[in-house]
């Protein structure tokens, strides 16, 4: 009897777990960042999104001002695998048509046209140091947020990011009108665009990142190109204070602690207790 009362309240504690952490995650402070002091200078510009920098390290100071900690950061981009190729990152992108703030990171990758065909990306690796040390010491940030969005794709074309747990990813949020898919594999997730355009500044193509105690994660950029003889490019952009929004996540749902309870577990649990409350003998 008494290790059912136990098992009921490990049942309860794993059921209950996620809303616990959700509120945890709402009521904490994020460190803010901007990437809007990059230390290499643009050296290439694109038509319609603006000036970039075509080289695969690229390094910004001070990217959390408002945090009152002094941090760099260091971008690096790796594994780029398939049929595509990296055309750049736009440091202190602001999304054209709003009243945006500058201080996104955009990125841009394409598919080189013709076969093969089949999926394939980049790695960007996040890097955070001590301000101040010429990036030799990290740092680590307790809690921070990237939103990133124009995640759309199109028919030929699929668009998505996957994400880490080992790199500190605790939570998520999606949009509330939906568009933005996520699937769970061991150690990651994938998000994946609604697969039709969507304006930079339409949740639907958005989602928020949240990380803790970390000080440095991966963005695997992914993309499955089926047809198509042309150059078909891929551009997405990452916020780091919700500017774009003004700062706040109504248009997104309550926060999604990553992992999940596992209903294989729940089940287990609970098959366990039946098993015991047939075996009980009466009193």
């Known amino acids: 009897m008494k290790l059912s009362i136990f098992i009921t309240k490990v049942i309860l504690f794993i059921a209950t777990l996620p809303f616990f952490v959700a509120q945890q995650v709402r009521s904490q402070d994020y ?4 990437f809007d002091n990059a230390v290499q200078s643009t050296n290439q510009n694109y038509p319609s999104l603006g000036p970039y920098f075509d080289g695969t ?60 065909f ?9 890097d955070f140091f001590e301000g101040g040390t010429n990036f030799t010491t990290p740092f680590t940030i307790p809690l921070f947020r990237l939103m990133i969005y124009d995640v759309d794709g199109e028919a030929v074309q699929s668009e998505g ?8 990813f605790v939570a998520y949020q999606l949009p509330t009108i939906g568009g933005i898919s996520v699937t769970e594999n061991a150690g990651d997730f994938l998000f994946t665009g609604p697969g ?8 639907s193509g958005a989602f928020i990142l949240i990380f803790a105690d970390t000080s440095s994660i991966r963005l695997q950029m992914e993309a499955n190109t089926t047809s198509g003889n042309s150059a078909n490019g ?28 596992s209903s294989a577990l729940l089940l287990a649990v609970v098959g366990v207790l039946g098993i015991m409350h047939r075996k009980r003998p009466a009193c």
Request: hydrophobic fraction near 30%; aromatic fraction near 12%.
């Open 31 to 34: 460190f803010d960042i901007s």
């Open 57 to 116: 390290t690229l390094n910004f100071t001070d990217i959390a001002p408002a945090s009152g900690q002094n941090i760099d950061l260091r971008l690096t981009v790796t594994d780029v695998i398939g049929n595509y190729q990296f055309i750049g990152s736009f440091p202190n992108y602001k999304q054209g048509s709003s009243n945006e703030p500058n201080g996104d990171l955009g990125y841009f990758y394409e598919h080189l046209g013709g076969a093969p």
């Open 118 to 126: 089949g999926a394939g990306g980049l790695t960007y690796n996040l």
């Open 161 to 168: 990011v996957r994400v880490f747990e080992e790199d500190g």
């Open 196 to 203: 039709t355009n969507r304006a930079e500044d339409d949740p």
């Open 234 to 261: 891929i551009f997405s952009a990452i916020d780091g204070d919700l500017s774009l929004f003004n700062g706040n996540t109504d248009d997104f749902d309550d926060p999604v602690p990553t992992p999940e309870p």
